[in-house]
């Protein structure tokens, strides 16, 4: 059996985005930007996937731009919010995904910003009252926080934090890139300033995003070279891709209740078969539905010999996951997530994470063998 549980990376493509893209690959090949009739064609392609990926968040297609990703939304999102709002504070967690932290770290490096980091609890829950003490005790801030996090899936409370930065007039900027699609984002009624997507996430196409901009906040262009998206992104746009996210966006709020209902039971599921089948499992971020990522559970195995061999073994026995361990030293490479949160580094950790297409047969068989490397590295 060979089982997928790594899609927190990336999904498998939805046959009905697959069968969209190839029709406008197969009959729209004009370029967007030119004035005949067949860069018309595409321009309205991608007029009508910027309306229906506005009205599926309650926003105005205006503020809508189209990217290569989440990395590229959430760098623009930040390098030009901070210098084109003269912000010399930001407030990130340590949890941030790289694209937001690096970042932000770069630009504490050459001298643009101060960098605060809001506390975080040891299951990655933000600390609310910290954050508020950091707004109160600086002037207009930066503020980067994901709704879901990546490795260890525990939520933000992006309502209560936006109220906050909205209270101390901060600009917030939220990174959606795991939780676009699974769950639905009312724009009209978030205080949110900027937010972003990564089609892949979601069962769309890779190399395809956007960037939500509010109105209220102005920014120039990161990349310069043409008029494209209103003057704010120069490239001849990724028609392909920008129709097959609009179409995976537009699925997934369809479907959304459905898939939520049954991926969280297959993640239920799995919590109480390890529970019962590999003694000592923990694991890691919050598991309650109401906390948690229905698709990601990042699971904490004991100690065992070889350990660092977990992933291969479950490779070879056809599993795709993710793992990690907290960094055991400021020189060792391991998940700065798990690090945050104080995660003990000689347990291995691996993320499964999952999709409408998993099933149970799956779970079983994975626990059955991660029961059996678990006895035999015991």
Same mark, same amino acid.
């Given at each position: 059996?060979?089982?997928?549980?790594?899609?927190?990376?990336?999904?498998?493509?939805?046959?009905?985005?697959?069968?969209?893209?190839?029709?406008?690959?197969?009959?729209?090949?004009?370029?967007?930007?030119?004035?005949?009739?067949?860069?018309?064609?595409?321009?309205?392609?991608?007029?009508?996937?910027?309306?229906?990926?506005?009205?599926?968040?309650?926003?105005?297609?205006?503020?809508?731009?189209?990217?290569?990703?989440?990395?590229?939304?959430?760098?623009?999102?930040?390098?030009?919010?901070?210098?084109?709002?003269?912000?010399?504070?930001?407030?990130?967690?340590?949890?941030?995904?790289?694209?937001?932290?690096?970042?932000?770290?770069?630009?504490?490096?050459?001298?643009?910003?101060?960098?605060?980091?809001?506390?975080?609890?040891?299951?990655?829950?933000?600390?609310?009252?910290?954050?508020?003490?950091?707004?109160?005790?600086?002037?207009?801030?930066?503020?980067?926080?994901?709704?879901?996090?990546?490795?260890?899936?525990?939520?933000?409370?992006?309502?209560?934090?936006?109220?906050?930065?909205?209270?101390?007039?901060?600009?917030? &900027?939220?990174?959606?890139?795991?939780?676009?699609?699974?769950?639905? #984002?009312?724009?009209? /009624?978030? %205080? +949110?300033?900027? @937010?972003?997507?990564?089609? &892949?996430?979601?069962?769309?196409?890779?190399?395809?995003?956007?960037? #939500?901009?509010?109105? /209220?906040? %102005? +920014?120039?262009? @990161?990349?310069?070279?043409?008029?494209?998206?209103?003057?704010?992104?120069?490239?001849?746009?990724?028609?392909?891709?920008?129709?097959?996210?609009?179409?995976?966006?537009?699925?997934?709020?369809?479907?959304?209740?459905?898939?939520?209902?049954?991926?969280?039971?297959?993640?239920?599921?799995?919590?109480?078969?390890?529970?019962?089948?590999?003694?000592?499992?923990?694991?890691?971020?919050?598991?309650?539905?109401?906390?948690?990522?229905?698709?990601?559970?990042?699971?904490?195995?004991?100690?065992?010999?070889?350990?660092?061999?977990?992933?291969?073994?479950?490779?070879?026995?056809?599993?795709?996951?993710?793992?990690?361990?907290?960094?055991?030293?400021?020189?060792?490479?391991?998940?700065?997530?798990?690090?945050?949160?104080?995660?003990?580094?000689?347990?291995?950790?691996?993320?499964?994470?999952?999709?409408?297409?998993?099933?149970?047969?799956?779970?079983?068989?994975?626990?059955?063998?991660?029961?059996?490397?678990?006895?035999?590295?015991?």
């Amino acid at each position: 059996m060979r089982v997928y549980f790594d899609n927190a990376a990336t999904t498998p493509l939805d046959p009905e985005v697959l069968q969209t893209m190839y029709k406008v690959m197969e009959t729209n090949y004009g370029n967007p930007s030119s004035i005949h009739g067949h860069g018309r064609e595409s321009r309205t392609l991608i007029e009508k996937a910027r309306k229906t990926v506005a009205g599926l968040l309650h926003t105005s297609p205006a503020e809508i731009f189209f990217t290569s990703g989440g990395t590229e939304a959430d760098n623009t999102a930040i390098r030009c919010g901070i210098a084109d709002n003269n912000i010399q504070h930001a407030i990130t967690s340590r949890l941030e995904h790289h694209a937001v932290i690096h970042t932000l770290e770069a630009m504490e490096k050459a001298g643009a910003i101060k960098l605060s980091f809001v506390d975080v609890d040891s299951k990655g829950n933000i600390d609310y009252g910290h954050l508020e003490a950091l707004l109160q005790n600086n002037t207009r801030s930066f503020v980067s926080l994901m709704h879901a996090n990546n490795e260890i899936g525990t939520l933000t409370d992006i309502a209560r934090a936006g109220d906050l930065c909205e209270q101390y007039n901060a600009i917030f &900027h939220c990174d959606t890139v795991q939780a676009m699609g699974h769950y639905a #984002h009312d724009l009209s /009624k978030l %205080k +949110i300033h900027f @937010m972003v997507c990564a089609a &892949h996430k979601l069962h769309g196409p890779k190399g395809v995003g956007f960037l #939500h901009v509010n109105h /209220k906040i %102005k +920014i120039k262009p @990161m990349i310069y070279g043409g008029s494209q998206e209103r003057n704010m992104r120069g490239g001849t746009e990724n028609l392909y891709g920008i129709v097959g996210l609009a179409k995976a966006l537009e699925i997934a709020y369809a479907e959304m209740e459905e898939h939520r209902h049954y991926i969280q039971g297959l993640k239920t599921y799995m919590i109480e078969q390890l529970r019962e089948k590999v003694a000592g499992v923990d694991f890691n971020g919050e598991i309650d539905p109401d906390k948690s990522l229905y698709t990601v559970l990042n699971v904490s195995f004991p100690e065992m010999e070889m350990a660092d061999m977990l992933l291969f073994n479950l490779d070879i026995a056809g599993i795709s996951a993710s793992g990690g361990s907290a960094c055991s030293s400021g020189t060792d490479i391991g998940s700065h997530v798990l690090a945050a949160i104080g995660a003990n580094p000689l347990r291995p950790s691996v993320r499964f994470s999952f999709s409408k297409y998993n099933t149970k047969e799956e779970i079983d068989y994975t626990v059955a063998k991660l029961r059996e490397l678990c006895l035999v590295n015991a």
